[in-house]
Each structure stands twice: as structure tokens, then as C-alpha cells.
């Protein structure tokens, strides 16, 4: 489908110019029980703020493992239920009418909801969610246990592929098959806020989203003109995906000597995201450093990019020379500002991009036994 820019453009000059829609206000109840939670604890409703950071809407006591919430809506938006003494939260749709929660105090990401319309369709996007993460993790599973039969590892990893695609696409294309509920408005609001969002996807799901529904109402109208700026405004709209040239970029190694991408020569390349307070990153670097020790003879280079700060240098290089990196390593110093991964839409680590010779990105976002083997279907 063809991106329409000249109507992002228009609706964003719609609702910066439209006069506010009255306030609508309407009654909500959130009815929640958390058997075994004891008397006198305090369950509160939150929300984050333009920070991210959560901020308090309503409390309410335990009293027999129950409680409720009351108040006025004026409009649809996302709420976290959190109890004291419970870690973790109970994300649910606020919108007017009666919502049921049961909360299960030891499973919190078990815990149901029930009773509106959002609700349902939220509860709709969780269970296929939680299906394509499971066909997901069963695939990586059967590519570990598939060792030493290359035909069913091929065959296994094109299928991982396919899924992965697929589920990149999921979040988009179940806005657009579901563009008359509130929640899709609310889910592209929160899609487009992360760093690498990807641009076309986004333009395709907004434009779908029934117009009454944008205009509904306030709320409506804000967060609408919010994902319009984000269009309109984003700066990954040339996204990096397979098949593209990786874009070039410099960075001075521990020593401060710059080490150019496109001057790097090799087979195969991997640009390795990675940052040394990184846990995730510091589990995966032995699979890296077996590799190099594998294939650097046949043609395999590594360069490292570090999301360090500038007060983290020395840990940079400690974590280099603990981890025995041995191979190109680079950082700005700038952490999540780094220009580079900024360039490369990076909003979490370890991240991986594959490129053949000729610097094109041929896989992306590979960890553990799928990255293993796709370097030796490249150079064995």
C-alpha cells in the first residue's frame, strides 16, 4: 500500500486547528478481585506520563479480596493496576462501563479482564501475541536440537524467518483488522513511540483507523494528532531492513584510532550492538567469540559497537579485554544517544546486523544457535 503523506500531513494540521471536542464525561467501575491479597493493602491505578514515568489516578483498600474503583472517564486510555506487596502490574483498557479483574497474586501476568469492548479486543491481541512468541521459541528449540542435519536446519530456519516477519507485521495489521475499537488507537500511540518503529507499517495501520473514531472525543483527538506528529516527524522513514546497504559510519576504537564500517573487508560481516552493563550482551558474547575463532579464516570480521557512556569507558574496555573481543570494536561514548545506533534504529541490545560483501544487511536481530547457523550456511 502507498504511503500517503500529504494526509498524514492534513490530519495533523486537522487536529492542531480543531477546536477541542467538550469534555464527554462518563461513568467507569473497575471491580477487582484478588482472593488471598490481605485486608487493608491499597490497590492503585496508574498511567504513564509524557516521561515515561508512572503517575497515580485512583486507590482503593482490600476489604475480603476485593475492591473497586469508581470515577469519571473522559475518554479511552491504557491503566496498570498494581497491589501493594505484588510485584509486577495488571495492565487493563479504563473506558466507560463495568470492568472485571480477577487477580492472581502470585501469576500477575495470568490475571484477567473482562466487561468492555477494548478490553475484549485487548485481551484478543494478548492471546495471539503470546501464540506467535511460543511458535517462535519452539522454532529456536528445534534449530538447537537439529545439530549435525543441515537440511532440517535450513528448512527450520526459513520457517523462523517467515514467523519473525510475520510477527513484525502483527502489531500493524491487527490495528487495521480491528480499526473501529479504541484500543488500536491507543496500541499505534504506544508502537510509535519506541525509536525504530517502522515508519510505513505505522503510516498504513493510522490511515485505517476509522476517521469518527480519531474524532470521538478529546482524548481521541490528542492522541491522534500525537501519532501524526510522530509520522510526520520521524526520523527512521528510511528504515534498515534486509536487502538495503548498510549505512556507513566511524567510531574511534579503545586506543582512538577511527575504524571506518566500508573499510572493514570481509565475507561476511557482523555490526554487533552491544554495551558492557549489558547482562543479555556480556551472555551472548562467548556464541560471538566462537564464531570469530571459527570463521575469521574463511572470511568472517566482527565489529562491535558499544552503547557505553562516557563515564563507562574504562568498563568498556575491561569488558573487551575480559570477553576477549579480538576483533573491531568502536563507541561514541554516548550511550542511547549514540549516532550510530540511532542511524540503525537500536532501541535494545544486543542487536545484530548481518552484511555480505558488498555491505548489504542480509540478516538482522540473530542471537545464539540461529546466528551460528546462518554464519555457516554463509562461509562452510
Same mark, same amino acid.
Given at each position: 500500500?502507498?504511503?500517503?503523506?500529504?494526509s498524514?500531513i492534513s490530519?495533523?494540521l486537522?487536529?492542531?486547528?480543531k477546536?477541542?471536542?467538550?469534555?464527554q464525561e462518563?461513568?467507569?467501575?473497575?471491580?477487582?478481585?484478588?482472593?488471598?491479597v490481605?485486608n487493608?493493602l491499597?490497590?492503585?491505578l496508574?498511567?504513564?506520563?509524557r516521561?515515561?514515568?508512572?503517575?497515580l489516578?485512583?486507590t482503593?483498600?482490600v476489604y475480603?479480596?476485593?475492591?473497586?474503583?469508581k470515577?469519571?472517564?473522559?475518554?479511552?486510555?491504557?491503566?496498570g493496576?498494581?497491589?501493594d506487596?505484588?510485584?509486577?502490574?495488571?495492565p487493563?483498557v479504563?473506558?466507560?462501563?463495568?470492568?472485571e479483574i480477577?487477580v492472581f497474586?502470585?501469576?500477575?501476568?495470568?490475571?484477567?479482564i473482562s466487561?468492555?469492548?477494548?478490553? @475484549?479486543v485487548? +485481551?484478543a491481541?494478548?492471546r495471539?501475541?503470546?501464540?506467535k512468541q511460543?511458535?517462535? %521459541?519452539? #522454532?529456536? $528449540?528445534?534449530i538447537?536440537?537439529?545439530?549435525?542435519?543441515?537440511?532440517?536446519?535450513?528448512s527450520?530456519?526459513?520457517?523462523?524467518?517467515?514467523?519473525?516477519k510475520?510477527?513484525?507485521l502483527y502489531?500493524f495489521?491487527f490495528?487495521?483488522?480491528h480499526?473501529?475499537?479504541?484500543?488500536?488507537?491507543l496500541?499505534l500511540?504506544?508502537?510509535?513511540r519506541r525509536?525504530?518503529f517502522?515508519?510505513?507499517?505505522a503510516t498504513?495501520a493510522?490511515?485505517?483507523?476509522?476517521?469518527a473514531?480519531?474524532?470521538?472525543?478529546k482524548?481521541?483527538?490528542?492522541?491522534?494528532?500525537k501519532?501524526g506528529?510522530?509520522?510526520q516527524?520521524?526520523?527512521?522513514?528510511?528504515?534498515?531492513?534486509i536487502?538495503?546497504?548498510?549505512p556507513d559510519? @566511524?567510531?574511534? +576504537?579503545?586506543?582512538?584510532?577511527?575504524?571506518?564500517?566500508?573499510?572493514?573487508?570481509? %565475507?561476511? #560481516?557482523? $555490526?554487533?550492538?552491544?554495551?558492557?552493563?549489558?547482562?543479555p550482551?556480556?551472555m551472548?558474547?562467548p556464541n560471538?567469540?566462537?564464531l570469530?575463532d571459527?570463521y575469521?579464516?574463511?572470511?568472517?570480521?566482527?565489529i562491535?559497537?558499544?552503547?557505553?557512556?562516557e563515564t563507562?569507558?574504562?568498563?568498556?574496555i575491561?569488558?573487551?579485554?575480559?570477553?576477549?573481543?579480538n576483533?573491531?570494536?568502536v563507541?561514541?561514548?554516548?550511550?542511547w544517544?549514540?549516532p550510530i545506533a540511532?542511524t540503525y534504529?537500536i532501541?535494545?541490545i544486543?542487536?545484530?546486523?548481518i552484511?555480505d560483501e558488498?555491505?548489504t544487511v542480509?540478516?538482522e536481530?540473530?542471537?545464539?544457535?540461529?546466528?551460528?547457523?546462518?554464519?555457516?550456511?554463509?562461509?562452510?
Amino acid at each position: 500500500m502507498k504511503i500517503q503523506i500529504i494526509s498524514i500531513i492534513s490530519i495533523v494540521l486537522f487536529f492542531s486547528c480543531k477546536p477541542s471536542t467538550p469534555l464527554q464525561e462518563s461513568n467507569y467501575t473497575v471491580n477487582v478481585k484478588a482472593e488471598g491479597v490481605y485486608n487493608g493493602l491499597r490497590g492503585y491505578l496508574v498511567k504513564l506520563d509524557r516521561v515515561n514515568s508512572r503517575v497515580l489516578t485512583d486507590t482503593a483498600i482490600v476489604y475480603n479480596g476485593a475492591f473497586t474503583f469508581k470515577g469519571k472517564s473522559n475518554g479511552t486510555e491504557m491503566r496498570g493496576l498494581i497491589i501493594d506487596g505484588l510485584n509486577g502490574q495488571v495492565p487493563f483498557v479504563l473506558e466507560p462501563g463495568e470492568i472485571e479483574i480477577e487477580v492472581f497474586k502470585d501469576s500477575l501476568n495470568t490475571s484477567t479482564i473482562s466487561g468492555t469492548k477494548n478490553n @475484549s479486543v485487548f +485481551n484478543a491481541y494478548k492471546r495471539l501475541t503470546l501464540q506467535k512468541q511460543d511458535d517462535i %521459541k519452539a #522454532i529456536r $528449540v528445534a534449530i538447537y536440537d537439529a545439530k549435525g542435519n543441515p537440511a532440517l536446519i535450513k528448512s527450520l530456519q526459513q520457517k523462523g524467518d517467515s514467523l519473525r516477519k510475520d510477527f513484525k507485521l502483527y502489531g500493524f495489521k491487527f490495528i487495521e483488522n480491528h480499526s473501529n475499537a479504541e484500543f488500536s488507537l491507543l496500541m499505534l500511540n504506544e508502537l510509535t513511540r519506541r525509536n525504530n518503529f517502522d515508519y510505513e507499517l505505522a503510516t498504513e495501520a493510522f490511515e485505517s483507523i476509522d476517521a469518527a473514531l480519531k474524532t470521538k472525543n478529546k482524548t481521541n483527538q490528542d492522541i491522534s494528532y500525537k501519532i501524526g506528529q510522530k509520522l510526520q516527524n520521524n526520523p527512521n522513514k528510511n528504515k534498515i531492513t534486509i536487502g538495503v546497504k548498510a549505512p556507513d559510519f @566511524s567510531a574511534p +576504537n579503545p586506543e582512538g584510532k577511527v575504524i571506518t564500517l566500508s573499510e572493514i573487508k570481509g %565475507k561476511v #560481516i557482523i $555490526v554487533d550492538f552491544w554495551a558492557s552493563w549489558c547482562k543479555p550482551c556480556r551472555m551472548e558474547n562467548p556464541n560471538l567469540v566462537k564464531l570469530y575463532d571459527t570463521y575469521h579464516s574463511k572470511g568472517l570480521e566482527i565489529i562491535s559497537v558499544s552503547l557505553d557512556g562516557e563515564t563507562q569507558k574504562e568498563a568498556w574496555i575491561k569488558a573487551i579485554e575480559k570477553d576477549q573481543l579480538n576483533w573491531f570494536n568502536v563507541s561514541n561514548l554516548k550511550s542511547w544517544q549514540d549516532p550510530i545506533a540511532r542511524t540503525y534504529g537500536i532501541n535494545s541490545i544486543p542487536a545484530t546486523f548481518i552484511l555480505d560483501e558488498t555491505g548489504t544487511v542480509i540478516a538482522e536481530r540473530l542471537r545464539g544457535a540461529e546466528l551460528e547457523v546462518k554464519i555457516k550456511a554463509l562461509l562452510d
